[in-house]
C-alpha cells in the first residue's frame, strides 16, 4: 500500500530536483513514475532505476496499469511520490479512477508554447485545456513550484491573463 505525499508533473521525469530535494522533502520511500513511454522503453527504464538510491522503491508503469493497479491510502503505506511526464498522463490517470486534490508542475517544456507560466512551465494550448479539465471538472488544486524552497504559484494566477479560470 502506498501513501501519496506528492503529484507531480516534471517532464524530465527522475531527476536532480526530484532526488535531492522533493524526496528527502516528503521522505518518500517510493517514486511512481507513471508514463507510457518510460514503461516501454527498457533503456529509459533502466537508466531511471540507476539514479534512484536502493533504499527508494521505483515502480515503472504505463498510465492505464498505474490507475488500475496500484492501491493508495491517504496516511498509511510508504510516503509515495507520483511523478507523470505530462499533464495529459495526469490528466488519464484522474479519469481512470487515480483521485488526487493537488497537483504540482515542476517542468513542462513545450516548443510550440502559447503560454509561459514560469521560469519553467511553457504550455501549449492543448496543456492549458488538461489544466481547466482537472481544475474545473475534478477540483485539483495546481501550483507551480520546481523545489520545495520555492514559493508555489497558483495556477490560476499563472493564467489569468491568458484565459478567465474560475475561482
Known amino acids: 500500500m502506498y501513501d ?7 517532464n524530465r521525469l527522475v531527476h536532480g530536483q526530484i532526488l535531492e530535494a522533493w524526496v528527502p522533502f516528503i521522505k ?3 517514486i511512481m513514475v507513471v508514463d507510457d513511454n518510460a514503461a516501454s522503453d527498457f533503456f529509459c527504464e533502466t537508466v531511471i532505476r540507476m ?14 496499469d498505474f490507475a488500475e493497479n496500484f492501491v493508495f491510502a491517504r496516511g498509511g503505506g510508504k510516503k509515495t511520490l507520483v511523478l ?4 495529459a498522463d495526469a490528466l488519464r490517470a484522474h479519469q481512470a479512477g487515480f483521485h488526487f486534490d493537488k497537483l504540482n508542475i515542476g517542468n513542462i517544456h513545450h516548443e510550440d508554447y502559447t503560454v509561459c507560466c514560469a521560469p519553467s512551465v511553457f ?45
Not at 507523470?84 to 499533464?87: R, V, Y
Open 4 to 10: 501519496i505525499a506528492l503529484v507531480r508533473v516534471d
Open 28 to 30: 518518500a520511500k517510493c
Open 51 to 64: 539514479a534512484v538510491p536502493s533504499e527508494i522503491e521505483v515502480n515503472i508503469c504505463s498510465v492505464e
Open 84 to 87: 507523470f511526464g505530462s499533464i
Open 123 to 167: 504550455l501549449c494550448d492543448l496543456e492549458i485545456q488538461d489544466i481547466m479539465s482537472l481544475l474545473e471538472k475534478a477540483g485539483v488544486e495546481i501550483e507551480l513550484r520546481r523545489v520545495p524552497r520555492e514559493k508555489a504559484v497558483n495556477i490560476k494566477d499563472a493564467l489569468k491573463e491568458y484565459c478567465p479560470v474560475k475561482s
